[in-house]
């Protein structure tokens, strides 16, 4: 196997849309030379305890991270949560609140698509996600399996993304909420992948002025351009680069573990954050 840069602050397992358990994403982190990894599953921290186990194993520094997608008129804005922790009930609640708004939101998709004539069904769903916290992605890969569409990518395409037929919005959290939420909970806010923002240059005071701490810098699908663009941002307001890879393990989206390189000023400057708070 390749190897990849030390650091990945972005990668999601089975806890959430990730195709790999948060041991598998361990072994395979530590095989292509990842040794700091926040684990960043969708709304949802039960996988963090099993990728620290196995870190402590494999010489893999794991960071405890979810990702937090919100919803409002400004795109896809998700926030990246590092260092919360798995042990906080409070948090935990809120969490488990969101998860739930998931399940409902992927069983109305599964209705609308009963209603156009494709058949599938919300347990065969719940069964690919094997327990962990419902996305689009399980409801893809239910698609595809049952004929409806010739690949993976082709049910997001021309089904299940914003505007298709079978789309449902979701309920849940505004972004300014997704920010205070984490800073209440002591954790670290950095807005993942800002390209997927509409008006960003618009949000991200409001975010800043929320506590938001980083920007996600590194991601793969950024050009060189953006990337210095969002680099220009976070210089001018004070925020830490983050990056990092976004593995799914499902091949919809474009790097491996360690994927792109994250520069370790930023795991250092998490810290000074997280010791601040
Ligand atoms: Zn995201
Ligand atoms: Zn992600």
């Not at 990730?18 to 926040?38: C, D, F, S």
């Not at 830490?240 to 474009?254: L, P």
């Amino acid at each position: 196997m390749s190897t990849g840069y030390p650091i990945d602050l972005h990668t999601h397992s089975i806890a959430s849309d990730g195709a790999l358990t948060p041991t598998e994403l361990i072994v395979r982190a530590a095989a292509r030379g990842v040794r700091i990894q926040a684990l960043s599953d969708h709304d949802t921290l039960l996988g963090v305890v099993e990728a620290v186990a196995e870190g402590e194993r494999r010489g893999v520094r794991v960071i405890p991270a979810t990702e937090l997608n919100t919803e409002s008129e400004w795109g896809d804005v998700h926030v990246l949560a590092y260092f919360v922790d798995p042990k906080d009930d409070a948090l935990e609640v809120r969490l488990r609140w969101l998860r739930e708004n998931r399940g409902r939101r992927l069983e109305l998709m599964v209705e609308k698509l009963n209603g156009l004539g494709y058949a599938v069904s919300i347990d065969r769903v719940r069964e690919i996600a094997q327990g962990g916290a419902l996305g689009r992605p399980h409801l893809a890969q239910a698609l595809f399996e049952a004929g409806h569409v010739p690949t993976y990518d082709r049910a997001f395409e021309t089904l299940i993304s914003k505007d298709s037929p079978a789309y449902v919005s979701r309920v849940g959290l505004a972004p300014l909420e997704a920010v205070a939420l984490v800073r209440e909970h002591g954790g670290v806010p950095s807005l993942a992948h800002p390209g997927t923002v509409e008006g960003l240059e618009r949000l991200l005071p409001q975010l800043v002025r929320a506590g938001l701490v980083g920007i996600e810098c590194y991601y793969p699908s950024h050009t060189p351009a953006f990337t210095a663009e969002c680099l220009r941002l976070s210089v001018r307001y004070e925020l830490v680069a983050t990056g990092g890879s976004d593995f799914h393990g499902r091949g919809e989206h474009g790097a491996d573990l360690g994927g792109v390189f994250v520069p370790p000023e930023s795991v250092a400057s998490l810290e000074t954050h997280q010791a601040r708070r």
